[in-house]
Structure formats: structure tokens, C-alpha cells
């Protein structure tokens, strides 16, 4: 994505090496209004990404429009399409609807870790340990039409879902 800005979105269980490998590169990213949402924002705002607060849940239609408004202004988005309280791998409509409204292409990132702590929380959140091995599987761009419709709109949700969990099984299977 020479010089374009795009969406990028992976699970919000890798989101450690997620948003580390998209800093730096005139992100935004949306981060909940939690707690848990405070400290990412912290960490975050030290990889030098724009935040937008804000979910699916509270304050989504505003955030979507400081989103909109960073991709006109040439900042790309990373965003964790399952969060911030899953299902863990089931996409929810931000990503695909920032893209279309953005007119900003969609890249999909699963992402693999050999050596990592896994939590017990939703998104079985994956802290990489010193020396692994990463790997990511990127998608090919996604172009999402301005003129879907509602029905259209919510197949290639679906679409992208599926496309993001094999993505993520093979960059997993590639470590």
C-alpha cells in the first residue's frame, strides 16, 4: 500500500504484534472507552497512532465519523474486527463499513506466534515471548463498493470473516 491509505484489521487476540507492526506509518486505530482501552491508548499513542475512541457498543457512530475524517486526511486504520468483547473471530461490520465509506482499500492480517503467553480472557490474547518466530498472511486488497447494499454489505462481512480466519490458520501453521 505505497503511499495509500488503507484498513487493516486482524484478531484482537494477536493485537500485540498487530498494532507493533502497523506503528509508525500514519495509523489510526479505534480503542475502546475502558479501562483496558486506557492503557492500550497509552501504549499506542507511543507507537505514534492517531486514537479514535470508541466500539460497537458505546459511541460507534461518532467514532466512525473520526474515522472517516483521519482516512480523508490520509491516515490509514488498524482495528481488531472482533473486538472489544468478541466472539472471539467473528467480525463485526466496522472495518468493512470504515473501508466502504472511506473509499480506503481492506487488508486482512492473520497473524502467527511460536512462542507466546496465551491469557484466558474472550480473545485468548497472545503476548509474544523474546525470540519468536512471527508470521503474517496478508490478504490481497479488498475493494469494498460504495453503492452495496445492506444485504451486499453484509455478505462481505461474512466474507472477510472467513477470509481472516484462514489467513489466521495459516500464518499459525507457517510458524
Partial sequence: ANNQNFVVAFWHGSMAIGWYLHRNINCSA???????????????KKWNYKIVRGSSHIGGNDALVML???????????????????????????AVITAKKGNAPLILAGIGCDRKIVFK?????????????????????ITIEQNLSYDETSNMILQCEEMLNKLQKEAIESC
Fill in 30 to 44: 479505534l480503542v475502546s472507552k475502558s479501562k483496558d482501552g486506557d492503557v492500550l491508548a497509552h501504549i499506542l
Fill in 68 to 94: 472517516l475524517d483521519l482516512i480523508n486526511d490520509k491516515y490509514s486504520l488498524a482495528i481488531t474486527p472482533d473486538g472489544p468483547t468478541g466472539p472471539i473471530h467473528k467480525m463485526k461490520a466496522g
Fill in 121 to 141: 480472557s474472550w480473545d485468548k490474547f497472545e503476548l509474544p515471548l523474546p525470540f519468536s518466530n512471527v508470521f503474517v498472511k496478508y490478504s490481497d486488497v
